[in-house]
């Protein structure tokens, strides 16, 4: 909705002012790239809020062996939340030192995609392990922490290649 009346002021503005349109079109996937980080980073809050449950169980249970690891699994999940919550925009304004071009800004589409599409496997499968934990289903916790490490480090691959693309690198 806000992109949306936005979208009609700046219509107003891109009647009287010619070459407008640019820059109508970069203000509007910056508020989109927000709007996409934004929702990435409420869904690994949510994620990180499922693994603080499922220590309840873990605790009482006495299962120590999984201590260690459900710490720096939430610890990871923290530091790339916030990562996300603070990257740069996917835009680049008049005096910004590195300007992203249209092809990068399509990339950053597909990186922001793959990132939308992992933070909801990982939101999934905290969930699954916080079902798991209360139901004492140790087993097959362990496995399903060791399959959450794996999408958490495809999470972090993909920030990083997204910060590589607003660098230019």
Do not use: C, M
């Amino acid at each position: 909705g806000r992109i949306k009346d936005r979208y009609a002021l700046l219509e107003k503005i891109e009647s009287v002012i010619p070459g407008f349109r640019g820059y109508k079109e970069k203000e509007i996937r910056r508020e989109s790239d927000r709007l996409v980080r934004d929702h990435v980073y409420s869904v690994l809050y949510e994620a990180k809020q499922y693994l603080r449950d499922a220590l309840v169980p873990v605790i009482e249970a006495e299962r120590r062996e999984f201590y260690p690891q459900l710490n720096r699994i939430i610890a990871k999940l923290d530091r790339l939340a916030e990562q996300i919550n603070h990257a740069d925009y996917g835009y680049s304004g008049f005096f910004d030192a590195v300007k992203i071009k249209e092809p990068e800004l399509d990339l950053l589409i597909e990186y922001d995609y793959n990132l939308v599409s992992l933070a909801s496997d990982i939101r999934n499968v905290t969930l699954n392990l916080k079902q798991l934990a209360y139901r004492k289903d140790f087993n097959v916790f362990g496995e399903k922490l060791l399959e959450l490490e794996s999408k958490i480090a495809r999470l972090d691959e993909a920030v990083i290649g997204r910060e590589r693309i607003i660098r230019g690198v």
